[in-house]
């Protein structure tokens, strides 16, 4: 619209419109193409830059919804902003000048936490973690020790090594079964820690020999630290009664 003096009639400005010029436009000036009339003289409608939209161009225009509105290089995506855009490299690749190329983390020895090996897999970079090892919380490239011990894998004691554990028998009288974390009584004849020791008992003349100790306990008829005494049982002093007494 324009605006009447007694001379003249000129053109709102000064960011007005409609007639004589008396409304004012209700749009963000930064974000309108010309700061000192960002509005139609005629409708009040905002005049937008083409990185703001809406009806008071307060609203960022999201160039990666519309493909017509954003050109990136090869092995990138658009990622929206302020004004505007960016081309972001894809997982696997790096910025060079003028575009993306396969990354080479793996070059780099320390990418990868010890306990780690690094290998190009799909065109990424990739940390794998050593056996025992798992990635620390939200991390893919610092490999930490598994606490295996944590979850009681054995029926005695758990020994944490590093990248692993070892079960032990720690009570006398067992030895660690062939699965590797089941503690098992002793055998017959074998005694102690692990089961390491051979019981001396005469095993034909004993009921028992102590799985923890070693300690023979004999038959009724035999007596003696490894059970080869003949018990006398005609002497009247033994432990016995005499059997042919009147």
């Known amino acids: 619209m324009t605006k009447r003096t007694d001379r003249e009639e000129t053109a709102c400005a000064s960011n007005t419109y409609g007639d004589n010029c008396t409304n004012v436009c209700d749009c963000v000036e930064a974000n309108a193409n010309n700061v000192t009339q960002v509005c139609d003289a005629a409708t009040g409608a905002c005049d937008c830059k083409a990185t703001w939209t809406g009806t008071k161009c307060d609203a960022d225009v999201d160039e990666c919804a519309d493909p017509t509105k954003?050109?990136?290089?090869?092995?990138?995506?658009?990622?929206?902003k302020m004004e505007g855009y960016d081309c972001v490299c894809n997982l696997g690749f790096s910025t060079v000048e003028g575009g993306c190329s396969a990354s080479n983390e793996c070059s780099n020895s320390s990418y990868c936490s010890d306990n780690a090996d690094c290998a190009n897999i799909g065109g990424t970079d990739t940390c794998t973690c050593h056996t025992g090892f798992q990635f620390l919380s939200e991390s893919v490239t610092i490999c930490?020790?598994?606490?295996?011990?944590d979850s009681t894998p054995c029926t005695q004691e758990c020994i944490e090594k590093v990248g692993s554990y070892e079960c032990v028998c720690n009570q006398g009288g067992f030895k660690l079964d062939a699965d590797g974390t089941t503690c098992i009584e002793c055998?017959?004849?074998?005694?102690?820690?692990?089961?390491?020791?051979?019981?001396?008992c005469n095993m034909t003349n004993t009921d028992i020999c102590d799985k923890v100790t070693g300690t023979c306990q004999c038959k009724q008829t035999w007596t003696g630290t490894t059970c080869n005494e003949d018990v006398d049982e005609c002497n009247p002093g033994g432990s016995f009664s005499n059997p042919?007494?009147?």
């Open 70 to 80: 954003f050109t990136c290089f090869a092995n990138s995506s658009c990622s929206n």
């Open 144 to 149: 930490e020790d598994i606490k295996e011990c």
């Open 187 to 200: 055998p017959n004849g074998k005694f102690g820690e692990n089961c390491t020791q051979t019981c001396a």
């Open 244 to 246: 042919c007494a009147i």
